[in-house]
C-alpha cells in the first residue's frame, strides 16, 4: 500500500473511533440518568424504537420502565415523562427548569436562522412569548372582537357548505381556509378570499406539509438529521415549502411597513414594527427575521392543529349519530336557529362542551407534546438531567389515564360530566401541554372549536357515505402527530 493511503485508512480509522467515543461518552452519560433500553453509539435506539409509531412504542417502553426513561434518537439523548403526576411535578412544578425547547430537526431546521416563539429559549423566548401573548389578546384573542370575527368566518363556511347541496366531499379544505382565515385577521388585519391564489397555494402547503412529517422519511430525518441533508428523498421539500411561506409573510411584512400608521396598528405585524422602533437603538431580539419567522409559526400553528381536531371531530360524529342528535338538542334549546352561537352559550350547553373535549383527549393530536429541554442540571424523582437534555412529555399517557377516563380507548363525552349531567373539568385534560411552554393559542383554538362546530351542527346534519358501524376513526399516526384517515360527508340542512 502507497504511504498516502497508509496515512488516509489511519486518518480515517482515527476519526472513527474519536466519533465512536464521543457519541458514547455523551450516551453514558453520569450514570444517573433514568433507565432506558441499551443505546448503541452514533445510532441510539433506532434499530429497537418503531420510528413510524414511536408513541406507540412509548407506551410498551413506560410498562417496563416506569414514569421516566431515557432513549436515543440517534446520538440525541431524550428523557421521556409518562403520566400526570411526573408531568406535574417536572412541567408545573418545575417549569423553569423544564422551560426550554428541544431538538425537533425538521421544524428547527424549516425555520432557520431566525429566532421565533415556538422554538426559541431563555430570555429571547420570554419577549417573545410575552409580546406574542399581549398582542394576539389586543387584536381579539380572548375578546369580543375576536369572537365576531370567527362568527363571520363561519358564515363563509356555512354558505359553502350549502353549496355542496347535500352530495359527498372532503371537508379539509373548508375547515382548513375557515379557520386559516381566522389567525390571518389577527397577523395580517385581513381575510382572504377562498379563491385566492396565494391564499390556496399556502392551504396547499400546508397540507402537503402534514403528510411529509407523517412520512418514514421524517422520522428518519429525526434520527440522523445531518445525514439525511444529504441523502434525496420527499423530505427535502418541507425546507422548499418553508421558503415559499417565508416568501409570503416577507411581502406582506414589506406591505405593512410601507403602509403602518404607529398610532393606529391593525394587527399583529404592524405591533412588531412598533416593537422593532422602540428597540432599534440597541441590540434587539425584535427584528424582521424574528417578525418573520414568528408569523410562520403563528400561522401554520393556527390554522393546522385546529382544522385537523374539528374535522377529526366531524368523523367521529358520523360514527355515533345518536351523540350528535343530543348536541342538535341541546343547540336548538339553548341558541335556536335564528342566531349565531356565542361563547356566552358554552356554559349552557354542557353535553356540547364535553363533546369538544372529549374529541381532543380521544384524537390525542401531539402524542409526544413538542419537545421541552431542561435549562440547567436538574434532579428529578432520584434521577439527574443534565442541562440540554430534550424532554418528551409524552400527553398520551395523561389523556388515556384510565383512572381519571376509564375505557380510554372509548369515546364518550361523559367522561367530562359528572352524575348530574354537568360540565366536569380535569386536570388531566393537557392537549395544549402544561406549564410554561403552554401553546401560545390555547384559547384561540378553544373558542374556535366551539363557535366553528356548533354552527355547523345548528345549520346541518352530518351524513356519513357508508355505514356509521364500519366508519374506521382510528388516526393515522407518526412521529410527530395524529391525523383522521380521509373520508367523505353529506351535509343536509336542518
Known sequence: MEPLGITTVFLVICVSCLLFLSAWRKMSGSGKLPPGPVAFPIIGNTLQLHAKNLPQHIDELSEKYGSIFTIYLGSER???????????????????????????????????????????????????????????????????SIEARIQEETHFLVERLRNTHGQPFDPTLFLTHAVSNVICSIIFGDRFDYEDKKFVTLINIIEENGKLQRSPWTALYNFFP????????????????????????????NMHKESL???????????FFIKMEERKNGQSDFNVGSLVRSTVELFVAGTGTTSITMKFGLLILLKYPEIEEKVHEEIDLVIGRSRSPCMADRSQMPYTDAVIHEIQRYINLVPLGLPHAVTRDVYLKQYLIPKGTTIFPALKSVLYDRREFPN????????????????????????????????????????????????????????????????????????VSNAPKSFLLCVLPR
Open 261 to 271: 400608521d404607529p398610532s393606529c396598528p391593525r394587527d399583529f405585524i404592524d405591533a
Open 78 to 144: 431524550v428523557v421521556v415523562l409518562y403520566g400526570y403526576e411526573i408531568m406535574k411535578e417536572s412541567l408545573i412544578g418545575l417549569g423553569e427548569e423544564f422551560s426550554g425547547r428541544g431538538t425537533l430537526p425538521p421544524f428547527i431546521s424549516v425555520l432557520f436562522p431566525f429566532p421565533g416563539i415556538v422554538f426559541s429559549n431563555g430570555e429571547r423566548w420570554k419577549k417573545l412569548r410575552r409580546f406574542a401573548l399581549t398582542n394576539l389578546r389586543n387584536f381579539g384573542m380572548g375578546k369580543k
Open 226 to 253: 445531518t445525514l439525511m441533508d444529504y441523502i434525496p428523498g420527499p423530505h427535502h421539500k418541507l425546507f422548499k415549502n418553508a421558503q415559499e411561506f417565508r416568501r409570503f409573510v416577507l411581502e406582506r411584512v
Open 408 to 479: 380510554p380507548e372509548q369515546f364518550n363525552p361523559g367522561h367530562f360530566l359528572d352524575e348530574n349531567g354537568a360540565f366536569k373539568k380535569s386536570d388531566f385534560f393537557m392537549p395544549f401541554s402544561a406549564g410554561k411552554r403552554i401553546c401560545v393559542g390555547e384559547g384561540l383554538a378553544r373558542m374556535e372549536l366551539f363557535l366553528v362546530l356548533t354552527t355547523i351542527l345548528q345549520n346541518f346534519t352530518l351524513k356519513p357515505v357508508i355505514d356509521p358501524k364500519d366508519i374506521d376513526i382510528t388516526p393515522e399516526s407518526s412521529f
